[in-house]
């Protein structure tokens, strides 16, 4: 064997097998799986999802915590800053936010504290560039965690 098919064979097992990077690495993901409900979503929290996305990328899941604009924040006091949205320091700890256009219509423009089930998406950052700089919602201004909205309701 000539050591240029050496390093062939070893660049091709460094990379994995073809077709070994997971679907919503790929793309964006904008609607949630069609299974993903309140009765299937599993309770998580939106720190550890924003932290990790990865972890929870492709997985149906229930967040509770606060609302504000396309974001999901895990306190208050993270939700109501003036720029939370742009703030860099939150980015490990908002969960971007794909929601239903009737609920887009009516985000609150200040904290509210929510319930959110969806299908969460991974990591924008994660995405090939294509995909973020076509997108219009949070992944093209933003790296973090990010989640298709399967529903959103506001506590009582």
Known sequence: MTIRAVLAATILLAAGPVGSVPAWAQALVLAPAKDCSARTAKP???????????AFAGQCVKLEGWWKDIAF????????????????????????LYLPAKDLAVAPEG???????????????????AVTTADTGYCHYKGGAYMAVTRISLAK
């Open 44 to 54: 998580a929290e939106p720190g550890e999802v924003a932290a990790d996305p990865a």
């Open 73 to 96: 924040y895990p306190t208050r006091a993270e939700a109501a800053g003036v720029d939370s949205l742009s703030i860099i320091l939150l980015d490990n700890r908002r969960v971007g």
């Open 111 to 129: 904290p509210k504290l929510a319930t959110v089930i969806g299908t969460v998406g991974g990591a924008c950052a994660r995405l090939p560039a």
